[in-house]
């Protein structure tokens, strides 16, 4: 039960609530469940805890298929993630012999999330701790190491609560100098991101733009989205007009840009209703399109820079595709559980990072699923761009927690790379991120709005961006170094087993506890 609450405890401190400061809790429970406990034990509870929190955090994969696939696709997949945390937790045996314990269970949990971030299929990141911490105390951490920094010191905080519970537990509640490694544990972490936020600047660093952001809506309809792409069209080109009926008369301030959501409309060849649209508004169109370029037979999730008379003049091609709906990976396989076998063929990846010239400015674009892998935002701003725009479309997921989930994620990168992030969402959540990660402006689901702010352009790199990935294969290299180390002690037993573990073990009157 401890297992499987701490599980859902973990996925209440996830967006949409403001409840960052219960995942350090959730995972104390694990690390109580774990306490002590052999290798096989603790990947069962493991087991748990992730299908405890699996299946509640991506629920709204149901909302996609509904009742003509039912639940084997949801169930499944929430099936596999929570068997990367089984194999996780059980290393936990393992590494909790090392002095410091809670700093090896923190590493090794965020090597089963670099683990599945790769394989199998390019991975799937959603459910990374550092994602649950788009405000609070733990955010700043992300401009120094990015979302695998910011998870690490959450872990830490947890596991190391558990030991200081498991110790005054064995000890009593008289303060002891067994206290003091799990009390750092604890208070470290969070002191650090407080300590780092004056240096999160938002200041900005070459001026600023006005950017207006169209949510022409779309029809909650899940899977059935399938047929509405003319609907989609239509919607956008229609809550434009009306943004263009507020810049004439007034009531919104003319933009330098215009963006428009992921796939928005198609586009495979001349589109002279969307070049008159442009023409109108006057500025260029950011405009996301299932795209066929010319002379190819492929078509590309891409981000078209559109300029009023000239057309489309550059363009970014999603690098990070879906598997089972933009790519299908092992077809005959895939049929069991998705719609897109038969009707679609694989579209054709992104090759580098790129900052468009946009408006004046430089942008880099981050096409929906994107936003959950860390190189592609990083790899746009070591390009050049002075702002982020995250063109998305999670209509088909309907109004459950998805879309705000994946906000939450644009808010993190917001912090990773000091740069403001513009949203651009289909039926909504559309939001305007500051650089300290905070919404400034933001839509509601399901509706046919648009929205026109001020956003700053900053061209300073963090430490995030400079480490790169450094700051994960470290974290991995110490996790994998903690598990041999782990196995050697384990190997020669004798005379290895710290001072406070066989106290604690003395305590609990058995070898298990102590190996805890």
């Given at each position: 039960?401890?297992?499987?609450?701490?599980?859902?405890?973990?996925?209440?401190?996830?967006?949409?609530?403001?409840?960052?400061?219960?995942?350090?809790?959730?995972?104390?429970?694990?690390?109580?469940?774990?306490?002590?406990?052999?290798?096989?034990?603790?990947?069962?509870?493991?087991?748990v805890f992730g299908?405890?929190?699996?299946?509640?955090?991506?629920?709204?994969?149901?909302?996609?298929?509904?009742?003509?696939?039912?639940?084997?696709?949801?169930?499944?997949?929430?099936?596999?993630?929570?068997?990367?945390?089984?194999?996780?937790?059980?290393?936990?045996?393992?590494?909790?012999?090392?002095?410091?314990?809670?700093?090896?269970?923190?590493?090794?949990?965020?090597?089963?999330?670099?683990?599945?971030?790769?394989?199998?299929?390019?991975?799937?990141?959603?459910?990374?701790?550092?994602?649950?911490?788009?405000?609070?105390?733990?955010?700043?951490?992300?401009?120094?190491?990015?979302?695998?920094?910011?998870?690490?010191?959450?872990?830490?905080?947890?596991?190391?609560?558990?030991?200081?519970?498991?110790?005054?537990?064995?000890?009593?509640?008289?303060?002891?100098?067994?206290?003091?490694?799990?009390?750092?544990?604890?208070?470290?972490?969070?002191?650090?991101?407080?300590?780092?936020?004056?240096?999160?600047?938002?200041?900005?660093?070459?001026?600023?733009?006005?950017?207006?952001?169209?949510?022409?809506?779309?029809?909650?309809?899940?899977?059935?989205?399938?047929?509405?792409?003319?609907?989609?069209?239509?919607?956008?080109?229609?809550?434009?007009?009306?943004?263009?009926?507020?810049?004439?008369?007034?009531?919104?301030?003319?933009?330098?840009?215009?963006?428009?959501?992921?796939?928005?409309?198609?586009?495979?060849?001349?589109?002279?209703?969307?070049?008159?649209?442009?023409?109108?508004?006057?500025?260029?169109?950011?405009?996301?399109?299932?795209?066929?370029?010319?002379?190819?037979?492929?078509?590309?999730?891409?981000?078209?820079?559109?300029?009023?008379?000239?057309?489309?003049?550059?363009?970014?091609?999603?690098?990070?595709?879906?598997?089972?709906?933009?790519?299908?990976?092992?077809?005959?396989?895939?049929?069991?559980?998705?719609?897109?076998?038969?009707?679609?063929?694989?579209?054709?990846?992104?090759?580098?990072?790129?900052?468009?010239?946009?408006?004046?400015?430089?942008?880099?674009?981050?096409?929906?699923?994107?936003?959950?892998?860390?190189?592609?935002a990083r790899d746009?701003?070591?390009?050049?761009?002075?702002?982020?725009?995250?063109?998305?479309?999670?209509?088909?997921?309907?109004?459950?927690?998805?879309?705000?989930?994946?906000?939450?994620?644009?808010?993190?990168?917001?912090?990773?790379?000091?740069?403001?992030?513009?949203?651009?969402?289909?039926?909504?959540?559309?939001?305007?991120?500051a650089p300290d990660?905070?919404?400034?402006?933001?839509?509601?689901?399901?509706?046919?709005?648009?929205?026109?702010?001020?956003?700053?352009?900053?061209?300073?790199?963090?430490?995030?961006?400079?480490?790169?990935?450094?700051?994960?294969?470290?974290?991995?290299?110490?996790?994998?170094?903690?598990?041999?180390?782990?196995?050697?002690?384990?190997?020669?037993?004798?005379?290895?087993?710290?001072?406070?573990?066989?106290?604690?073990?003395?305590?609990?009157?058995?070898?298990?506890?102590?190996?805890?």
């Amino acid at each position: 039960m401890l297992a499987a609450g701490s599980g859902l405890l973990f996925c209440a401190g996830f967006a949409p609530r403001p409840l960052w400061w219960v995942v350090p809790l959730a995972f104390a429970g694990l690390g109580l469940v774990l306490h002590g406990r052999r290798v096989w034990g603790a990947a069962g509870y493991g087991l748990v805890f992730g299908l405890a929190f699996y299946l509640a955090h991506i629920v709204w994969i149901q909302d996609f298929l509904g009742e003509e696939f039912g639940p084997a696709p949801w169930l499944a997949l929430s099936g596999v993630l929570a068997a990367y945390v089984a194999l996780a937790c059980a290393l936990m045996p393992i590494v909790s012999r090392l002095p410091g314990a809670p700093v090896w269970q923190a590493l090794v949990f965020l090597l089963q999330e670099s683990a599945r971030l790769r394989w199998p299929f390019n991975g799937f990141p959603w459910g990374r701790v550092g994602f649950s911490q788009p405000e609070g105390a733990y955010l700043s951490l992300a401009s120094l190491g990015g979302a695998p920094l910011v998870g690490f010191a959450v872990l830490v905080t947890g596991f190391g609560l558990a030991q200081l519970v498991v110790r005054v537990r064995a000890g009593g509640v008289r303060p002891s100098r067994a206290w003091a490694a799990p009390a750092l544990a604890v208070l470290l972490p969070p002191l650090a991101g407080l300590a780092t936020w004056p240096s999160v600047d938002t200041a900005q660093e070459a001026g600023t733009r006005t950017v207006a952001v169209v949510q022409g809506n779309a029809p909650d309809v899940g899977i059935g989205l399938l047929g509405q792409r003319d609907t989609i069209r239509a919607n956008h080109f229609a809550e434009s007009a009306d943004l263009l009926d507020g810049i004439r008369s007034g009531e919104v301030p003319r933009p330098d840009l215009v963006v428009w959501p992921e796939t928005a409309t198609d586009v495979r060849g001349p589109d002279p209703q969307l070049q008159t649209l442009v023409d109108e508004f006057g500025v260029p169109v950011l405009v996301g399109a299932l795209y066929q370029p010319p002379g190819s037979d492929l078509t590309e999730n891409a981000a078209l820079v559109w300029e009023p008379g000239a057309g489309i003049t550059d363009h970014y091609v999603k690098r990070e595709l879906v598997p089972f709906a933009e790519y299908v990976p092992m077809r005959d396989i895939a049929r069991w559980f998705t719609p897109f076998v038969d009707d679609t063929r694989d579209m054709r990846w992104g090759g580098e990072g790129a900052a468009l010239d946009v408006a004046g400015a430089r942008i880099g674009a981050v096409i929906c699923y994107e936003v959950a892998y860390d190189y592609v935002a990083r790899d746009n701003v070591l390009a050049g761009a002075e702002l982020l725009v995250a063109p998305t479309n999670n209509a088909w997921f309907g109004r459950g927690e998805m879309s705000y989930q994946q906000l939450a994620m644009s808010r993190v990168r917001a912090v990773e790379h000091g740069r403001a992030v513009v949203v651009a969402a289909t039926s909504g959540v559309s939001a305007v991120v500051a650089p300290d990660g905070g919404v400034t402006r933001s839509t509601s689901l399901y509706t046919a709005t648009s929205m026109v702010a001020d956003v700053p352009l900053r061209q300073q790199t963090t430490l995030s961006d400079r480490l790169g990935a450094w700051t994960e294969y470290a974290l991995v290299g110490a996790a994998l170094a903690a598990v041999v180390a782990g196995f050697v002690l384990r190997s020669h037993p004798s005379g290895t087993t710290t001072r406070a573990d066989a106290t604690e073990g003395e305590q609990h009157g058995g070898g298990d506890t102590a190996q805890g």
